[in-house]
Structures are given as structure tokens and as C-alpha cells.
């Protein structure tokens, strides 16, 4: 060290030693790994702590009792007490991060732009030679985004060469690892297909307590928001990050792919300090099998949300929002795409939606709702992926016409290749009461969203296929479900069969009066219950 030969040269390094464990590890590193400012700043902070770290371990390597100091104004004269502070690379926190930066990945190899962030790599590859490990590896050296990421701010050239190891064998991180990540504690969920750059990609933000105060200054209005990538491109979007003075350009809630009442999504939390916004916490998550979903809730604005993304057949969403409140308002969704407005790529709206064209692929976006009349509209709004980026894009606006007291919202998001494949087919099915789709493709997938628990039978023309013996021998009546849970769970639903596979995704309650989903499918002869929400057992894909 540069201070070696100073007599307080120890109570410097200490202090230095001590703020990044509480403030950094102790701190900023929550849930499952997540960096709460977001993942540019968590880039931001590695600029600086790993190379240190990376030198701690080769001078050090160990376990080492240090000096916290317990009262100072400033400088080194304070008192101090003894802590012993773990070899950082040996912690569990640190490792986690970087885990946590592989999860998030986007297909290309960016990081999710979300919070207070620009769309670029992160520094993986200077751990590849102190943990060994063939995803790190894997992570450096095939993002699209950021070859051999290194060069950022007063760059990271020199350790990027002296400490990444060629011996170590980048693997992609598929099995072992998992592909998808329900991560609760941290706010996110993220589903993918696979981890090459054609596969398909989703996330959902869910943030409550540490996740989203510990970021004071860089947390954004994006609860219960969802982005998507699909077809080698980044369709729904966060919008990321112009720079610090034009944030509340990109910060708020009409800025996020969010449900809105009286066009509200979301508030903003206030700048520099841990006070207002709003937490979300997801209920339940499932990763693996035919139909992985994320479910949480929020509260804005005096009334009550709850969103569920499902991703069937890891290849596009269903988006559920269930909406309440004790006096009529004005539900509605917010969809971003990244087309129309400044990009020069197309965009249009439907009948009941829109669809972007960027680049090499395009997504429409179907709406339907549990009552009468929809209005869809455009707006714009900035997105900014590189540092000062502030480029216009065209967003759905879609909202009931009338004020209700509940609302029942599905949004069908259905990635394609323009003039190489045609969107899956879209037809609403009149549903008093509720809100019910059909959606059709690679295999029929019939989705339906009910806000009561009366009971509903579908039509041969609906479904596809006559009611199948099997499943009309079942007892479908709602049944309380087995769980750890306080609170008692209802199953309402119908079951059709048809000669292709089909998928029936209903909604169940909590109770007589909370609509909450749920879901079941069929594939080939088998029925299976997708999940029991918020049951004692799921099944998760976690490293």
C-alpha cells in the first residue's frame, strides 16, 4: 500500500477495509445478490473495489482481524474496535453479486438495464482466475454487447489481462446452473429459453424493503414492470439511464411497462434519500415446467395490484393484472417497445393493441379486459441504453373507458421475425364478467382470468374440442388447497380437451371476494396442476 510507512497507515486501510464490507457487502448487496442502485452502478462500484480486492487476495488470502472505528467526525484519531472481515473473495455476498449479474443477462450479453442503468457488460472475467469458474468465463467472453468487456470510465484493461485465466474453459451456464431465476428476496424474477443470443428472455421487477430503499438517488417507479427480449432483440424495454441530471426523463412510473389507475403507474421514490415510492413483493414463482410464472402485488394510488407474467413454452407472455379499489377509477397497462418514435423502426397500433418492428424482429401486443370498451393510444417516451442516449419511443397506452372498481387486464405479448413468421393468432372469447383469450400456435394455449368464483363452462368452438370425460369426471368445485399458508385458497375452472395439446390457465381466490391467479394445463393425456400459489413447495432454479 502507498501509506505503508505512515504510522496510522493501518487505520487507513482498516477503514477502507471496513466501509466496504458494511457498505458495500453489508449494505448495497441484498436479497439473493442484487445490487440495489441498480447493475451500472454495481459496474460503477467494481471499477474500484475489485481490482483492491483482487490485490487483497494475492497479498493476503485470508481471514484477517481489522480495525472498525466506533466514533470520528474525521481522519484517523477516533476509537476503534477489532473485527475480523473475511478474504472478500471468499464471500458469499461478493460471489453472489456476480452470480446475480449472470442471471440478469440479457441474450446479447448485456446487463438488464433497469434503475439507474445503461445496457453494457460487466466485469466477470477478472474473477475467472481466483474462483475458476468455466460461467464467468463463458460471461466475458461472448457478450455481444461488449466484447472482453473492460474498457469503461478510467478502465480496467490492465487487470482484465493480468488477471483472467485462458486455462479455465468457458462453459455455458445451461443445466448446472439453471436458465431461469425466481430471486424474491432480491425483486426480480427472469425467465429465459436458453442463454444463446437467439433465445428469448423476460423479466419482472417486484422490489420491496432493502431492494429498492437501499438505492436512494437511483431507484426508479418500476414495480411490478416487465421487460422482454426476443429474436436476437430488445422489444419491451426498461428504459435505462440518459445520465444523473435527465433522470426523471426515464424514472417514473409511466416510464415502465406497468398497470396504471387514473393513468398512474407507480411513484417515484424521492431523490438522494431512502423515503416515498412504493414496495411490491412476489407471492409466488415456478421456473421449471410448461407454464414458468412470477406473481406479486403492489399497492398505489389507494388501490391494489396484482400482476402474474407466465411464460408458456419459454417463448412468449401472458400478462395478468388483477385491479382494485373501493371507488371506480380508470385501470389500464403501459407498454414500451423499443420502435416509433426518434428510432426509425416501425410501429402501429391494432384494435386492441400495437405492435414494434426493431430491427431484425417485431412484437404485437394484444389487451383485452374484464369489461366494456378499451381505448389503446400512442404515446412516447426517452429510453437511454449508452451514457447521454435520449432517443424517443412509442408506447401503448391501454385503458378502460369506464371507471370500475375492479378490473381484470390480459396482455398477450407475442415475439416474431417480420416477413419470416406470423405472430401466433389472437381471439378474444366474450366472458361475462372476465377477461378470456385464445391464443393459438405451436400449441393451443386458451388463457382466462375470471374477478369472481362463479363458475364457467366453455364451447367446443372456444376451446377447440369437445369436453373431455376425463376432465368433466374431476371435481373442479371451489376446494380449499393444501398449504402452509394462513390465508385459505379456491380452484374455479373448467377443463377442455382438445386433439392438440392445450393449456387452460385459470384464476383462483384466496378468498370468496380476492381474485388471485392460478393454473392448470394439459399436455398430451396427463392433467397436472401448474402450481397452488403461495404452497409451501416450489420447485426453483437457483445456482
Not at 438522494?272 to 399497492?299: C, H, K, M, N, R
Not at 420502435?339 to 417485431?362: H, I, K, N, R, S
Not at 437511454?384 to 419511443?393: I, N, R, T
Not at 374440442?465 to 402452509?484: E, K, N
Amino acid at each position: 500500500m502507498t501509506l505503508n510507512q505512515r504510522g496510522d497507515a493501518l487505520k487507513w486501510v482498516s477503514y477502507g477495509m471496513t466501509r466496504l464490507a458494511d457498505d458495500l457487502l453489508g449494505h448495497q448487496i441484498v436479497g439473493d445478490g442484487a445490487y440495489a442502485e441498480g447493475p451500472y452502478y454495481g459496474m460503477y462500484s467494481a471499477l474500484q473495489h475489485l481490482p483492491f480486492y483482487l490485490a487483497y487476495d494475492r497479498l493476503v488470502g485470508a481471514d484477517e482481524q481489522w480495525m472498525r472505528r466506533t466514533f470520528c467526525l474525521l481522519g484517523p484519531d477516533c476509537d476503534w474496535e477489532p473485527v475480523t472481515i473475511v478474504n472478500p473473495l471468499d464471500d458469499a455476498r461478493l460471489l453472489g453479486m456476480s452470480d446475480w449479474y449472470l442471471k440478469i443477462r440479457l441474450p446479447n450479453g448485456g446487463m438488464a438495464p433497469y434503475d439507474d442503468s445503461n445496457l453494457s457488460g460487466f466485469f466477470n472475467g477478472l474473477l475467472v482466475g481466483p474462483t475458476q469458474d468455466p460461467f464467468y468465463a463463458w460471461d466475458w467472453l461472448t457478450c455481444e454487447t461488449d466484447l472482453l468487456f473492460a474498457r469503461w470510465t478510467n478502465g480496467l484493461e490492465v487487470e482484465a489481462i493480468a488477471f483472467f485465466d485462458d486455462s479455465v474453459t468457458p462453459a455455458a451456464p445451461d443445466a448446472e446452473f439453471g436458465k431461469s431465476f425466481y430471486l424474491p428476496d432480491s425483486g426480480i424474477a427472469v425467465f429465459r429459453s436458453g442463454w444463446e443470443p437467439e433465445d428469448t428472455w423476460a423479466m419482472m421487477i417486484a422490489e420491496g424493503g432493502p431492494p429498492r430503499t437501499h438505492a436512494p438517488g437511483h431507484d426508479h417507479a418500476d414495480n411490478l414492470s416487465v421487460s422482454f427480449y426476443a429474436r436476437g432483440e430488445y422489444l419491451l424495454i426498461d428504459p435505462g439511464y440518459i445520465k444523473w441530471d435527465e433522470r426523471d426523463k426515464v424514472r417514473f412510473g409511466h416510464h415502465h411497462n406497468v398497470p396504471t389507475v387514473d393513468g398512474y403507474g407507480p411513484p417515484a421514490p424521492l431523490p438522494l434519500v431512502p423515503l416515498g415510492g412504493a414496495d411490491a413483493f412476489f407471492l409466488d414463482g415456478q421456473t421449471q415446467g410448461p407454464i414458468p410464472f412470477a406473481y406479486a402485488e403492489s399497492d398505489w394510488r389507494d388501490a391494489h395490484f396484482e400482476r402474474v407474467m407466465f411464460f408458456p413454452e419459454e417463448d412468449y407472455l401472458v400478462v395478468l393484472d388483477v385491479m382494485t379499489s373501493e371507488t371506480p377509477r380508470t385501470f389500464g397497462v403501459l407498454w414500451h417497445g423499443l420502435a416509433g418514435g426518434e428510432t426509425g423502426d416501425p410501429f402501429g397500433l391494432l384494435a386492441d393493441g400495437a405492435y414494434w418492428e426493431p430491427g431484425d424482429a417485431g412484437v404485437e401486443v394484444h389487451v383485452a379486459w374484464s369489461g366494456e370498451g378499451l381505448d389503446v393510444e400512442e404515446t412516447t417516451s426517452s429510453h437511454g441504453f449508452a451514457y447521454g442516449e435520449d432517443v424517443l419511443h412509442s408506447v401503448l397506452d391501454a385503458h378502460a373507458q369506464e371507471p370500475a372498481t375492479e378490473a381484470v387486464f390480459l396482455s398477450v405479448i407475442l415475439p416474431y421475425v417480420p416477413d419470416d413468421e406470423v405472430p401466433r393468432k389472437v381471439t378474444g372469447v366474450p366472458v361475462k364478467g372476465g377477461a378470456a383469450v385464445r391464443v393459438e400456435g405451436k400449441e393451443t394455449v386458451f388463457v382466462f382470468a375470471q374477478p369472481t368464483n362463479e363458475r364457467r363452462r366453455f364451447t367446443k368452438a372456444q376451446t377447440g374440442g369437445a369436453r373431455s370425460s376425463r376432465a368433466s369426471g374431476l371435481d373442479f368445485s371451489p376446494q380449499r388447497t393444501q398449504s402452509t399458508q394462513r390465508e385459505g385458497k379456491f380452484l374455479n375452472a373448467e377443463i377442455a380437451e382438445s386433439a392438440e395439446k392445450i393449456i387452460i390457465k385459470v384464476q383462483g381466490t384466496r378468498d370468496e371476494n380476492r381474485a388471485t391467479p392460478a393454473a392448470w394445463f394439459r399436455f398430451d393425456d396427463q392433467l397436472f396442476a401448474a402450481t397452488r400459489f403461495r404452497s409451501s413447495v416450489r420447485r426453483l432454479a437457483t445456482r
